[in-house]
């Protein structure tokens, strides 16, 4: 099956700072990536929806400059939490797809802030 | 409305036996696909199984089968000779295609999932 790596699966950081984390296809290239977070016993929530060169699609109640998502390549997508704060802590988690293809996850990031 | 349903907040199965974890699913959508993947306590999203929703028959993969039927909009999910390593949350996810500024694309949305325990 269709591999998708994250970078880095978990950091801790300080209130205030930002934090970038790496989603990359490895062995196939996605049309499209999607960012979803996940708190503890919940299910996944999609954040936005990139596609490679174009602006991303964020969720209803989703801060697009709090989350900042950068797709620039058919296998690299990146999400920057800005001035993360405690309550940003959560599992996130990243897919990519091609088409209506099945989307395939990574391993997921888990951020906590301090 | 709750898109997909899974009523199970946790199961528990035999080592060796068969269990089916519940999912419904509401949606206006002709054309749909239906997902279940498994999440380990590592929380990584492992793919197990598909169904479209124009395919007639039920999706089979190995241990795993959907049961299928479109009319009562369910899509369960059984796991044939259960294995301590299945003990795990199960999530049921339905993928339609979403239109918006002039593009779209197909997004997934997830039940809340059921955590299936393997008792020895």
């Known amino acids: 099956g269709a591999v998708v790596s994250q970078h880095p699966s978990w950091v801790i950081c300080k209130s205030g700072t930002s934090v970038k984390i790496e989603c990359r296809s490895l062995?196939?290239?996605?049309?499209?990536m999607f960012w979803y977070r996940q708190f503890p016993k919940q299910s996944l929530m999609l954040m936005a929806t990139?596609?490679?060169?174009?602006?991303?699609?964020?969720e209803q109640g989703v801060e697009k400059d709090k989350f900042l998502i950068n797709h620039a390549s058919l296998t690299l997508s990146t999400l920057t939490v800005t001035s993360a704060h405690p309550e940003d802590s959560s599992f996130y988690i990243c897919?990519?797809?091609?088409?209506?293809?099945?989307?395939?996850f990574g391993p997921g990031t888990r951020l906590l802030v301090l | 409305a709750q898109k997909i349903t899974q009523t199970q907040p946790g199961m528990f199965v035999q080592e060796k036996e068969a269990v089916t974890l519940d999912c419904t699913y509401d949606?206006?959508?002709?054309?749909?696909?239906l997902f279940w993947y498994k999440q380990p306590s590592s929380g990584e999203m492992i793919f197990l199984i598909y169904?479209?929703?124009?395919?007639?028959q039920n999706a089979t993969e190995g241990r795993y089968s959907l049961n299928f039927q479109k009319a009562r909009k369910s899509a369960n999910l059984v796991i044939s000779a259960s294995q301590l390593g299945d003990s795990a949350m199960y999530f049921c996810?339905?993928?339609?295609?979403?239109?918006?500024?002039?593009?779209?694309?197909?997004?997934?949305?997830f039940g809340k999932g059921t955590k299936l325990s393997v008792i020895p």
């Open positions: 897919s990519a797809s091609l088409g209506q293809e099945t989307q395939y």
């Open positions: 062995d196939f290239q996605a049309t499209t």
């Open positions: 990139s596609n490679e060169g174009s602006k991303a699609t964020y």
């Open positions: 949606t206006s959508d002709q054309s749909y696909g």
């Open positions: 169904q479209g929703s124009y395919d007639e």
């Open positions: 996810a339905m993928r339609e295609f979403y239109q918006y500024s002039g593009a779209g694309s197909y997004q997934l949305t």
